[in-house]
């Protein structure tokens, strides 16, 4: 149930590995995490996804507040998402303005 | 400090509950808890309101949830599916939520009684039915489970929110 959200940034990528729950009350937790790593330039936000258990729109949020908050000119990666949480990605559409990529 | 979250793990545990009785696959199950998650969320986030309902029950083709609260009346299936399609740069937050209760369950039923809200959730049971076979289509056992007061034994006991959280609501517009 619980979330964690544990970054680090190298070489303007930022990498954010996500644990557990993603929903109403976590969401504010990733915000701050995507506000923290945004303070300086980057390149890229990658998104280590294969222990997010759940997604929650609120959770989803997050995600597009990244988005925006980042802007076009940094790409947003998401890795391993498991089939439910990609599947409501791609349902809302927001698959088109990121990368989704199969755990390397 | 962050609002408590009681809502979604009342969610979890009851989905779970009727998930497991039902024998429902996983991507069902996930999609029915998701639905009642942002339905009963939505009341308490937008609905301002201090209490909401939550029970299940499940039938020989049919799992639901149904969640009640007294915020103003709010139809559900009146929401506007162009908030969802709009490029994210552009648009407010909001309306994500309905939009994936609506895509998640099979149907989604809506009624103001008693000045409560009521929506219920429901995803079809896989009944497998290979080549037609009509006596393979009911699994053994599922009679029993098929009474209609399901609902009444599933009900969470501790359904009401404690009253601290009364009237927030979120920000999220």
């Given at each position: ?81 498991q089939p439910e949480v990609a599947e409501t990605?791609r349902l ?13 | ?14 989905v779970r509950d009727l998930a497991a009785r039902a024998g429902l696959d996983r991507a069902r199950a996930y999609r029915l808890r998701l639905a009642s ?19 299940g029950g499940l039938d020989d083709t049919r799992v639901w949830v ?34 994936l209760a609506h895509s998640g369950v099979d149907e989604l039923h ?10 219920t959730l429901v995803i079809h049971r896989e009944l497998s039915v290979p080549g037609g076979n009509p006596e393979s289509s009911v699994p053994d056992g599922t009679a029993e489970l098929s009474v209609p007061?399901a609902s009444?034994?599933l ?19």
């Open positions: 149930m619980a979330f964690e959200a544990k970054s680090h940034v190298w070489d303007g990528t930022a990498t954010v590995r996500l644990r557990g729950e993603l929903a109403a009350k976590s969401a504010g937790q990733l915000n701050r995490v995507i506000a923290e790593v945004s303070a300086q330039p980057l390149k890229r936000l990658v998104l280590l996804m294969d222990e997010l258990t759940y997604l929650s729109s609120a959770g989803l949020r997050s995600l597009v507040f990244a988005h925006q908050r980042l802007g076009r000119g940094v790409e947003i990666v998401l890795v391993g998402a990605i809302t559409g927001f698959d088109r303005s990121v990368v989704m990529q199969e755990p390397v | 400090m962050t609002p408590a979250d009681p809502v979604g793990p009342r969610v979890a545990a009851l998650d942002e339905i009963a969320t939505n009341a308490v986030t937008h609905g301002g309101v201090d209490t909401v309902s939550l029970c149904v969640v009640e609260d007294n915020a103003p009346p709010f139809d559900p299936r009146t929401y506007d599916p162009e908030v969802v399609l709009t490029d994210p740069h552009e648009r407010e937050p909001g309306g994500l939520g309905l939009f809506y009624e103001r009684t008693a000045n409560r809200n009521r929506t007061d009444a034994e009900s969470v006991p501790g359904g009401t929110m404690e009253p601290g959280a009364g009237g927030r609501r979120g920000t999220g517009g």
